[in-house]
């Protein structure tokens, strides 16, 4: 079982920036990529960036591709999304999420979620 404890969210003006930070733990063998989501309050949940471990290869939404770059550690335990140039539209509560395959921004290939941490951006 896998769990994924997000960090790093909180207040920023316009054209600012923050770095989420997503701790993976516990049975880890087999993850083959980690996702980031966000839900803004009344809409649906969206895909923004996913990272294929060990390969380093990346996909990112087009909101935000060129602003916000998906990362992971040496030790594969901890995956950073470092989000630039933020906008009033990148509000949102902010989830990491794992998966045993290849999954991109596939909401529904995605088996283990973490609980959040909000972003909010102010104009």
């Known amino acids: 079982h896998v769990q994924l404890v997000e960090s790093g969210g909180g207040s920023v003006q316009a054209g600012g920036s923050l770095r989420l930070s997503c701790e993976v733990s516990?049975?880890?063998?087999?993850?083959?990529?980690i996702g980031w989501f966000r839900q803004a309050p009344g809409k649906e949940r969206e895909g923004v960036a996913a990272?294929?471990?060990?390969?380093?290869?990346?996909y990112y939404d087009a909101s935000v591709k060129g602003r916000f770059t998906i990362s992971q550690d040496n030790t594969d335990h901890t995956l950073y999304l470092q989000m630039n140039s933020l906008k009033p539209e990148d509000t949102a509560m902010y989830y990491c999420?794992?998966?045993?395959?290849?999954?991109?921004?596939?909401?529904?290939?995605?088996?283990?979620w973490g609980q959040g941490t909000q972003v909010t951006v102010s104009s």
């Open positions: 999420a794992a998966s045993k395959q290849w999954a991109g921004l596939r909401e529904d290939r995605y088996a283990f």
């Open positions: 990272l294929a471990i060990g390969y380093n290869s990346t």
């Open positions: 516990g049975i880890t063998e087999g993850t083959n990529c």
